[in-house]
């Protein structure tokens, strides 16, 4: 059983939901011409890609490649460029920060301390998203407050300090957002056949069993009140804690 057939359930108002993201989309490009999608080529992910195609909007779409990253999730970047005809924009983090920190601290640093790990998420994911948000007026991601306790009350449209953050599903479920994928045929990552409800870096994920939460498979070594990698902290703008070299993409 693939994750179509296991997930495609959804809810009563599912057609209201689509409806209501798509004219949030418009209402938010309408004000903040300077947006960009932060895609982690997940399945809600995928989703909001497509609904900013059927919304009709200018936006572009970036991915953080960590250097960590599964095949199977980097695969989707080809086929997002087929399928909307529009390049993805990948930004990497700078190469000698990640070369300085595996020497001072080894590759399974991540492992060792929540500090550690935190040191890896901003060198590869936080410094990557600041270039790639600079100049943008707004950032739309695929947050859903079903995800976490951390995100349950995340909302539809933040004003962060230097943009707006949309997150346009924020009210979907599980099910709602593999009937979209079902219902307009969009690729999806194959871990999510393979019990990855959450992807993220390699290390730092693994299959969940039956009745674990969510996100169990993100940094499962660590409590569930750290499991943010920095990029969605409440009420900030996403740091920028190392120099910029905007040569680096």
């Avoid at 902290?233 to 070299?245: K, L, M």
């Amino acid at each position: 059983m693939n994750a179509i057939e296991l997930h495609n359930h959804p809810s009563p108002d599912h057609a209201g939901k689509v409806s209501r993201a798509l004219a949030l989309l418009r209402e938010q490009a309408a004000s903040h011409p300077r947006l960009a999608q932060a895609s982690s080529l997940g399945a809600e992910d995928m989703v909001v890609t497509h609904l900013i195609h059927l919304a009709g909007i200018e936006a572009s779409v970036f991915v953080l490649d960590t250097g960590k990253l599964h095949t199977e999730t980097l695969a989707l970047i080809p086929l997002i460029g087929q399928r909307y005809r529009r390049e993805v924009e990948v930004y990497r983090p700078q190469q000698e920060q990640v070369l300085h920190f595996v020497r001072q601290n080894g590759e399974d640093a991540m492992y060792r301390s929540i500090e550690l790990r935190q040191q890896c998420c901003g060198i590869r994911k936080m410094e990557p998203l600041a270039r790639a948000l600079a100049g943008k007026d707004g950032w739309i991601t695929g947050l859903r407050r079903e995800q976490s306790q951390e995100r349950a009350d995340v909302a539809a449209v933040v004003q962060e300090p230097q943009r707006v953050k949309i997150s346009p599903i924020v009210d979907w479920t599980w099910g709602d957002v593999w009937h979209f994928i079902a219902e307009h045929r969009l690729p999806y990552n194959a871990l999510h056949d393979r019990f990855f409800p959450s992807i993220g870096c390699e290390p730092c994920t693994r299959a969940i069993a039956v009745g674990e939460d969510f996100r169990s498979g993100r940094w499962w070594w660590e409590s569930e009140a750290a499991k943010e990698c920095g990029l969605h902290a409440r009420h900030v703008s996403p740091p920028n804690p190392f120099p910029v070299d905007s040569r680096t993409t």
